[in-house]
């Protein structure tokens, strides 16, 4: 059998351009949204799971050769043609929960996991939701984190919607929150999520500009299937073995589908 070959996507390199690569939708990869792991029994938003239903979840991938890995490891293995078997793992917004609940289980399975961090809200709460209070990651439990062996992403300076904000305010939210977040971990910070999954043109050009290698959204159009805007699939309370197959199934269909809403 020949040598796998890789995607024709841009590896890093001094130029901002040279990230704004585009996917096919056959190449682009199963990349899972989380935000918190915890038992709450008030949680309007769906934003947690037990930590019973997450090691369900860790274990329904580990049973089927799947290794659950952050996006910046997957970007450079579906550089490299090795991307068949891995599974992005992310969570948005830094919640304490996720340090004391998840990160165990992640390395229980040999895991790794990108966890895209607030840089301006560290060891504040989610006051941006309606809803119940959450504590987020003060500093030192973001460098916790880190030497777990987990990626460090941004996940913007306050967590605002980035679509129609103007230059400056970009900058400030995805610029900046990069040099602190680096300064913080003593890492170049590589990957970037938007915040509510909001973007735009002007956003995905400013995460590139600032000098990401790439950015999760939520949703993404079709024309803009790339390493700047690269598609997740929710992961929630209620997704068992059934759904989780049906998930990694379907995930493709699911982005085109959505791909294609005006």
């Known amino acids: 059998m020949g040598r796998r070959r890789g995607l024709a996507l841009a590896k890093p390199a001094a130029t901002p351009a040279a990230s704004s690569a585009r996917l096919r939708l056959g190449d682009v990869p199963m990349i899972l949204m989380y935000h ?11 934003l947690c799971v037990a930590p019973g239903r997450f090691a369900e979840q860790m274990t329904w991938l580990k049973r089927r050769g799947l290794r659950g890995v952050g996006i910046g ?3 450079d293995e579906m ?25 165990p289980e992640l390395q229980r399975h040999g895991f790794s996991a990108t966890m895209y961090i607030i840089s301006d809200r560290l060891g504040g709460s989610n006051e941006w939701d309606e809803g119940p209070r959450w504590p987020l990651m003060s500093a030192s439990q973001v460098g916790e984190v880190a030497a777990a062996g987990m990626e460090i992403g941004s996940h913007g300076a306050t967590h605002v919607r980035l679509a129609g904000l103007d ?23 590589r990957g970037f999520a938007y915040p509510y999954g909001s973007m735009d043109a002007a956003a995905r050009f400013a995460v590139r500009d600032a000098g990401y290698d790439y950015a999760c959204a939520v949703q993404t159009p079709m024309s803009e299937l790339g390493l700047m805007a690269l598609p997740r699939v929710y992961v ?7 759904r989780m197959a049906a998930k990694r199934l379907l995930f493709r269909g699911y982005i085109a589908v959505k791909g294609r809403r005006p």
């Open 236 to 242: 929630g309370q209620s997704d068992d073995a059934r």
């Open 73 to 75: 490891t997957l970007v």
């Open 79 to 103: 550089r490299a043609g090795r991307a068949r078997g891995l599974v992005g793992i992310t969570f948005d917004d830094g919640y304490v929960n996720v340090l004391e609940a998840a990160v």
């Open 167 to 189: 230059a400056g305010q970009l900058a400030a939210e995805v610029g900046d929150s990069r040099t602190s977040l680096g300064e913080l971990t003593g890492a170049p910070v």
């Open 36 to 46: 918190g792991v915890a038992d709450e029994a008030e949680d309007p938003n769906h």
